[in-house]
């Protein structure tokens, strides 16, 4: 068994659950923040049988697109004149495959 751990885009996620949902594959999606641009993300946590880790991978890559997003940068507030926005590339996922000591279920 493996945990995977995906963090996504929000507006990939909804989409993500619902082909992970199609292919009868369990999930659980918890909301969370990026710590560089401090704004909000998703991350999934999908524990699967070991042959099935590959099928998730190819859907999580299918259902997450890669984009620019425009970060503030924190400048001293006493400037007169504010930084200008600096663009980011965030990923389509970022995604961490573990091996599973034991799962139960009660
Ligand atoms: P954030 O931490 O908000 O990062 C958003 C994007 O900002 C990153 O996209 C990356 O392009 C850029 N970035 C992050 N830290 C940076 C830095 N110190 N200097 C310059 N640019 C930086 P991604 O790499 O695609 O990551 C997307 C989200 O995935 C991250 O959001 C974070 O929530 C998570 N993540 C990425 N790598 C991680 C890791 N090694 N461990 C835990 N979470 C990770």
């Known amino acids: 068994v493996k945990l995977i751990i995906a963090v996504v885009q929000d507006k990939d996620s909804h989409r993500l659950a619902q082909a992970l ?3 009868e594959l369990r999930v659980t999606k918890l909301a969370s923040t990026g ?3 401090k704004s ?3 991350t999934f946590l999908i524990g699967v049988d070991d042959e099935h880790v590959n099928r998730v991978l190819n859907i999580i890559q299918h ?3 890669s984009r620019k ?3 503030l940068p924190m400048g001293d507030s006493a400037d007169a004149y504010p930084s200008p926005p600096v663009e980011v590339q965030v990923g389509g996922a970022t995604v961490f495959v573990l091996p599973v000591e034991r799962f ?3």
Request: include cysteine; charged fraction near 20%.
């Open 35 to 37: 710590g560089f641009l």
């Open 63 to 65: 259902n997450c697109q």
């Open 69 to 71: 997003r425009l970060m």
């Open 40 to 42: 909000g993300n998703t």
């Open 104 to 106: 139960e279920q009660y």
């Open 21 to 23: 949902i199609e292919e």
